[in-house]
């Protein structure tokens, strides 16, 4: 029999399986599979104080993130130097994906110029880029008690009454401010910026009558102007808004080519994994191209955008030189 034959020191088959396993094992050491993203709640910083069609865009947003992740997305609100502070926070955050900015005109693109060596974030390089979010038109608004209904009336009155017609925007460097500047450059009037906090003080201002004119995004100007208590001049983007289609476009109303927008994206600090890039970018696209928040975007005059991380850099640095000339030409200065 063969088992008579046997070297006295073999080892059965399943034992030796074991014995070489474990050998194995101990010689190569197993690793922790990575976690599972995201395991804990992520943080979306919302460069400006609460209020306004950024941070409703931004709730909105997070509610449905939250509920496609499984992970609460926090919205934090670190206001201050037009958007600086938030970004910078975000900037210098660890790039595990838990720390999110959304980004606006004035962080990402008009700020390089306004605060010329003094920015401590570069957004062409600190950033890793995700995705657009969404684009809004600046809507140029005046008192019922301004004796004006269209641009060219406007410009006239200006040109008639040089430094004595006020206009509010929500702050120096902010897209509406600029858009007011470069309307100004274009037209050739002189009109005085007065800067408030954000567009509902400088709607409540417009409403007291302390400023003539204010150019903020739609949303808040909307519901005024059905009710009779302000009027719609004209909107900076190059088509007119399906929310405002009796509204002329300022291209329309003698500047051709005339366009100024403010535009939103998501972003994360520099040097995120690109697995994590990718799946955030999935899950907002799908919120982003839903029809519940098209049409809620719609409803405010502003429109739904989406891109590849890519097309949001190119976007990025193509906005940059194009607010620096607008800077540059209307002498736009922090104070």
């Known amino acids: 029999m063969s088992s008579k034959h046997e070297h006295p020191n073999s080892l059965p088959d399943m034992t030796l399986r074991f014995f070489l396993l474990l050998t194995t094992t101990l010689a190569f050491p197993t690793y922790a599979a990575a976690p599972k993203y995201p395991d804990k ?74 605060y010329a060596g003094k920015m401590p974030y570069d957004p062409e390089k600190d950033f890793t880029p995700i995705t657009m979010v969404a684009k809004a038109p600046s809507v140029l608004a005046v008192h019922p008690s301004v004796p004006v209904k269209n641009l060219k009336e406007l410009i006239a009155l200006a040109r008639a009454n040089p430094g004595k017609l006020n206009y509010a925007s929500s702050g120096t460097g902010s897209g509406n401010h600029l858009m007011g500047e470069m309307l100004k450059a274009e037209a050739g009037i002189d009109l005085v910026h007065v800067a408030y906090s954000g567009g509902g003080p400088g709607l409540v201002a417009l409403l007291a009558r302390e400023v003539e004119i204010l150019v903020t995004p739609p949303p808040i100007l909307i519901p005024m102007a059905k009710a009779g208590r302000v009027r719609l001049i004209a909107v900076s983007s190059a088509k007119r808004s399906p929310a405002m289609p009796d509204v002329p476009t300022i291209a329309e109303a003698g500047f051709p080519g005339f366009e100024a927008t403010v535009w939103y994206c998501v972003v994360g600090p520099r040097g995120m994994p690109k697995a994590i890039v990718n799946q955030l970018h999935a899950a907002l696209s799908t919120i982003l191209t839903s029809t519940e928040y098209r049409e809620r975007l719609l409803a405010d005059g502003a429109t739904a955008e989406t891109s590849t991380p890519e097309e949001l850099m190119m976007w990025v640095r193509s906005e940059i030189p194009k607010w620096a000339k607008v800077i540059k030409k209307s002498g736009a200065k922090v104070e």
């Open 41 to 114: 709640p992520i943080r979306l910083v919302v460069p400006v104080a609460p209020g306004g069609s950024l941070n409703q865009y931004t709730r909105l947003i997070a509610q449905k993130l939250t509920e496609s992740l499984g992970q609460t997305v926090l919205v934090d609100n670190r206001a201050g130097a037009n958007g600086i502070i938030g970004a910078d926070i975000v900037a210098k955050s660890a790039p595990d994906g838990y720390t999110l900015l959304m980004g606006a005109t004035p962080t990402m693109a008009i700020n390089v110029t306004l």
